[in-house]
C-alpha cells in the first residue's frame, strides 16, 4: 500500500462522510488511449452511478455504471439526479465568497462575534476556520438524528442553538486555528450566515449567485423522499435506501444535481469562477506529497508533482465526488446511487487515478 493510499483511507473515511453506454460529442473529443483504463478502474471497484473523467480536453470516461433503479429498469443518466451530500459545501463555501464579493463581509478573519455577539467563544473563531475546520465547534449529527428518531424534528435555527449549547456546555473541542477536525456544524453555521446577511434564504442565495450563472438548472436543495421520476434511487446493500431529512444537512449536504451540472461547477471552479486573489485564499498550497489539506471548501491532494483540488460527499445511499487537477486540464465527476460506507470506492479511484493516469 503507498504513502498515498494509506493516508486517503486513513483520511477520507473520517473525514468526507456526510457529516459526507458512453458518449462523445464529436470527433475532437474522442476517448484517449487512457479510456478503457480508467473504464477498468470503476469496473473493478463495481462502481456504481455515472462517471465523468476527462483529460487535456478529452473524455476518459463519460458513461453511466449499472443501473439508476432497478425496480423500472431507468438507465443512468448524466441529466438524472444524485445525491451529492457533503460536495454540497463547496457551494456554500463559494456562497460565503460570493458574500465577501457582495460587501456583506469585509474579510475571511472576521469572527463569528461579530455577526451574533452571542454565540460562545465567537470571538477566537474565524470565518476561514469555520470553511477550513479548525474552528473546534463539536459535531451536531448525531444528536439531530436521534432527535428525529425520538419525534422531535430539528429546523437548521433549532440545531444552530444545539451547538451553541454544546459549546456553553463542554467548550471547544480545541483551540481555532491550533488542529482540524472535519464537522459538518461550520457549514450549517455558515449556510445560515449567507442567510442572515444576504436576506434572502440560503438555497435561494446559492441558485441567484451560481446555479443561474452558470446554467445550472438541474442542481436543488434535496427533498426527505426522491422524485424517482427524475433522481435517481439509492441503493444499500441492493436495498432502496434513499430517504432522509433535509433538515438535518442544511448547507453542510442537503443538494441534489446531475453529472451534468456538477461538470459544469466543477469547470466553472477549475477556469475563473473565483479570481486568483479568490484562489490563494480558497485552495491550500504547499501540501506534501502523499497527504491531504483543508482549504476553504476544497480539499488538496498532492502526489509527486500533481496536485488534485476536490470534495467527497456520503448521504444515505449515495456517495460523490468532484475534482480538477490542473496540470492535466482535468475534470473528475462522480455520483453514485450505492453507499459506500467504507469509502472504499472513493479511496481506491483517487488513488489509481493520482497514481496511474495523472502522472
Known amino acids: ?10 483520511f477520507i473515511v473520517t473525514a468526507v462522510m456526510l457529516f459526507t453506454s458512453c458518449s462523445k460529442d464529436d470527433d475532437n473529443n474522442a476517448p484517449s488511449n487512457n479510456y ?7 469496473h473493478e471497484v463495481n462502481f456504481q452511478g455515472y462517471a465523468i473523467v476527462t483529460k487535456n480536453g478529452n473524455d476518459e470516461v463519460r458513461q453511466g455504471f449499472g443501473l439508476a433503479n432497478e425496480s423500472i429498469g431507468l438507465p443512468q443518466d448524466v441529466n438524472l439526479a444524485y445525491r451529492i451530500g457533503s ?53 451536531y449529527q448525531l444528536i439531530a438524528e436521534q432527535a428525529l428518531e425520538n419525534g422531535q424534528a430539528l429546523d437548521a435555527i433549532d440545531i444552530y442553538n444545539v451547538i451553541t ?16 477536525q472535519y464537522c459538518n456544524s461550520n457549514y450549517l453555521i455558515a449556510a445560515l450566515l449567507v442567510q442572515e446577511l444576504s436576506g434572502m434564504p440560503f438555497h435561494q442565495y446559492i441558485q441567484q449567485k451560481i446555479f443561474n450563472p452558470l446554467g445550472m438548472s438541474n442542481s436543488f436543495k434535496g427533498t426527505d423522499i426522491i422524485d424517482a421520476n427524475t433522481h435517481a434511487q439509492g441503493y444499500l ?17 442537503d443538494f441534489s444535481s446531475t453529472p451534468n451540472d456538477m461538470e459544469l461547477w466543477t469547470n466553472a471552479v477549475k477556469t475563473s469562477w473565483f479570481s486568483e486573489a479568490e484562489q490563494a485564499e480558497i485552495f491550500t498550497q504547499d501540501v506534501p506529497s502523499g497527504y ?9 491532494t498532492q502526489e509527486g508533482n500533481t496536485t488534485m483540488y476536490w470534495h467527497g460527499g ?46
Not at 500500500?1 to 486513513?10: D, N, Q, Y
Not at 436495498?239 to 438535518?248: A, E, G, H
Not at 491531504?292 to 488538496?300: A, E, K, P, R, V
Open 237 to 253: 446493500n441492493g436495498i432502496p435506501n434513499s430517504t432522509y431529512s433535509m433538515t438535518i444537512p442544511f448547507g453542510a449536504g
Open 165 to 180: 449549547e454544546l459549546i456553553s456546555e463542554n467548550g471547544l473541542n480545541f483551540t481555532p486555528g491550533s488542529n482540524k
Open 1 to 10: 500500500m503507498t504513502t498515498l493510499h494509506k493516508f486517503l483511507v486513513a
Open 314 to 359: 456520503d448521504i444515505n445511499g449515495y456517495w460523490s465526488m468532484i475534482g480538477f487537477i490542473p496540470e492535466y486540464d482535468a475534470t473528475i465527476v462522480l455520483l453514485s446511487n450505492q453507499q459506500d460506507d467504507t469509502g472504499l470506492q472513493r479511496n481506491t479511484i483517487i488513488q489509481q487515478l493520482l497514481t496511474n493516469e495523472f502522472q
Open 36 to 42: 478503457t483504463t480508467v473504464e477498468n478502474i470503476l
Open 87 to 139: 460536495v454540497s459545501k463547496t457551494l456554500t463555501a463559494a456562497a460565503i465568497v460570493q458574500l465577501k464579493r457582495d460587501g456583506f463581509i469585509s474579510s475571511f478573519n472576521q469572527t463569528l462575534d461579530e455577526f451574533d455577539s452571542q454565540f460562545p467563544n465567537g470571538n477566537q473563531i474565524t470565518i476561514a476556520q469555520l470553511l477550513s475546520h479548525q474552528s473546534g465547534i463539536p459535531e
Open 292 to 300: 491531504t489539506d483543508f482549504g476553504l471548501g476544497w480539499f488538496t
